[in-house]
């Protein structure tokens, strides 16, 4: 039985599907192909995201984001460890501020010249160049696993947010781990859990988060025609998706 997104799901419901989510991963139509098979130049990057498997991903995963964060336009977003630009200027495109920080130069440089509305400056995500409270929203889309101390890094995103803080994480507990892990553009990130970010990293926190969501996409990364149309029918409570999401509002 495949639930909507609307329904709750108990933990034995949620298990069930989970562990046929599993068996039924290889079964799919789609490409073996790996999501990113080795580390990819700025150019490169975006040029995946204009794939029709690199299009969905992206598509399913801003909408998730934008869904969670629920901005208003004008409102203004940080996007930590900004890469191309690829994320910010999705954002930029729905009517919001966006400044970009990235602690390569030459990601920051092709950044710059790839979105000219775009403010984009070299920085660390452990020590982010700009005063409490600075931005309405801030985002890190996967820049955070790898840094070795998230945690640090999230206070960071944190002291600079006024409202909401958001992180797409790479989620353990999913098909892709199994496939993936430590190969290829995976080699070297942390995935994480849930669990892990709510022990581990939101303690400490000042203030305390007034709100915590958790939500998951990209069950089937193969991305074939089926795939598409299992995905939609599936909630985003599932803890099985590869993208973990994660919004803190204050």
């Given at each position: ?7 709750a ?10 562990e ?9 139509d ?15 990057y975006?040029a ?7 299009k ?13 964060i629920?901005?208003s ?6 996007d930590v460890?900004c890469?191309s ?24 440089a ?24 600075a ?5 890190a889309?996967?820049s ?8 640090c ?8 947010s ?11 507990h999913?098909?892709l781990f ?5 190969r290829g553009?995976?080699a ?11 022990r ?7 203030p305390?988060?007034a709100?915590?969501?958790?939500r998951f996409a990209i069950?089937?990364?193969q991305g074939?025609?089926?795939a598409?149309?299992?995905?939609d029918?599936?909630?985003?409570r599932l ?11 204050k």
């Open positions: 039985m495949l639930y909507s997104n609307c329904q799901l108990t933990a034995d419901e949620a298990e069930t599907a989970a046929a989510l599993v068996q039924a991963y290889s079964a799919l789609g490409t073996d192909e790996p999501i990113m098979n080795q580390v990819l130049a700025p150019a490169d975006d995946w995201y204009d794939t029709p498997r690199g969905w991903i992206g598509d399913r995963e801003f909408r998730l984001m934008w869904k969670m629920g901005p336009e004008g409102e203004t977003l940080l460890g890469g630009g690829y994320f910010s200027r999705r954002f930029s495109n729905r009517g919001l501020r966006v400044t970009g920080v990235d602690i390569d130069e030459e990601t920051v092709y950044a710059r010249k790839r979105n000219p509305n775009l403010r984009c400056f070299a920085g660390s995500a452990l020590s982010l160049p700009f005063r409490d409270e931005f309405d929203d801030v985002v889309v996967t955070l696993c790898f840094i070795d101390c998230p945690k890094a999230l206070a960071e995103m944190w002291r600079v006024r409202k909401t803080v958001t992180l797409g994480l790479l989620n353990r999913s098909p199994r496939e993936k892990s430590g553009g995976y070297g990130a942390r995935w994480d859990t849930a669990d892990e970010v709510r581990r990293w939101l303690h400490g926190l000042v305390e988060p709100g915590v969501d958790i069950f089937f990364p074939g025609r089926l598409r149309r299992v995905e029918l599936l909630p985003t803890p099985r998706g590869s993208f973990l999401a994660v919004t803190l509002r």
